[in-house]
């Protein structure tokens, strides 16, 4: 599980962003993503992937994507 937060006290932010790989009871795997204010229950999202190797891809796109908008 890849974790990062995203702080900025002059506008009262206080972010995070999960990513991880699950398999699945099915022989794929998922890409499960939660992400909200820090001490709050978060949002989930669950995106499925026949193979391993598409969604690794799809979680480091993800946090690639977050860490560009200032995730870290």
Known sequence: ?????RRDTSRNMARFY???LQADLLDGWSVVR???RIGR???????LH?????ARTAAEGLAAKKRGRGYC
């Open 50 to 54: 026949d193979a391993l190797a598409p």
């Open 1 to 5: 599980m890849l974790t990062i937060h």
């Open 41 to 47: 229950p978060g949002r989930v999202k669950t995106d």
């Open 18 to 20: 999960a990513v991880s």
């Open 34 to 36: 939660e992400w909200g």
